[in-house]
């Protein structure tokens, strides 16, 4: 079945540093990549999607171009702040009927200031 | 004006009594979910419903009921509480003819003592 990994499950960076976050998909077809955050307290919002290969998705800083080659979807920021502390969710939705959407596990970012 | 409402916010409950925990939408979609997270486990599925007098079991639906009214509305039902159902609650509605995009809720912390 569809699947979404995310490699780290913790992160800690100081200001200013370059983030990574990876996520790697397993799906047929073209599943549509999410990548959500969730702040101390709230629900996931959604950070931003791509539904085709080599489309970039971007919102707040944080970037992540679908690859259909590598099936992966790497959440990238250039230089976080304290305040991107968060969860960080990668997701799919397949592109084959209902109930088709997927959660990864989620990373804990923590920025140090 | 959010758009996904939860109430209550915090619940307190004794083992064995009956918790309902009750969801609004305002974003007129079809789709709605259940979820409960936990540290260590993301976000797992609990049930799900693709409209008014629909539901469906999700990952883990053992020890909980769902009822979905009306459009708006998607309640998750615990007949006997037990202290393992402890955990923060996220109801999310999805836009099936956007890539099922979620929307969520603030989430309730409940806590079966």
């Known amino acids: 079945g569809d699947s979404v990994t995310q490699t780290e499950g913790q992160v800690a960076l100081s200001e200013e540093d370059f983030l990574t976050i990876h996520c790697n998909y397993s799906?047929?077809?073209?599943?549509?990549l999410f990548w959500y955050v969730q702040y101390p307290g709230e629900g996931p919002q959604l950070l931003f999607r791509?539904?085709?290969?080599?489309e970039k998705g971007s919102s707040r800083g944080f970037e992540a171009t679908y690859d259909k080659g590598t099936t992966s979807f790497h959440l990238r920021k250039a230089s976080v702040q304290e305040s991107d502390s968060a969860v960080y969710y990668c997701?799919?939705?397949?592109?084959?009927?209902?109930?088709?959407?997927?959660f990864g596990k989620g990373t804990s970012l923590t920025v140090i200031p | 004006e959010a758009a996904v409402t939860q109430s209550p916010r915090n619940k307190v409950a004794v083992t064995g009594g009956k918790v309902t925990l009750s969801c609004n939408q305002t974003?007129?979609?079809?789709?709605m979910y259940w979820y409960r997270q936990d540290t260590g486990h993301g976000l797992r599925l609990i049930h799900y419903?693709?409209?008014?007098?629909?539901?469906e079991k999700g990952d883990i639906p053992d020890g909980y009921k769902a009822s979905r009214p009306s459009q708006e509305n998607f309640s998750l039902i615990l007949e006997l509480a037990t202290p393992s159902q402890t955990s923060v609650y996220f109801c999310a509605s999805g836009d099936y003819d956007n890539q099922d995009t979620q929307y969520f809720g603030p989430g309730t912390r409940l806590l079966v003592l």
């Open positions: 419903s693709y409209g008014a007098g629909s539901t």
């Open positions: 799906a047929s077809g073209y599943p549509t």
């Open positions: 791509a539904s085709r290969d080599k």
């Open positions: 997701a799919l939705s397949g592109d084959t009927g209902y109930q088709n959407f997927y």
């Open positions: 974003n007129n979609h079809n789709n």
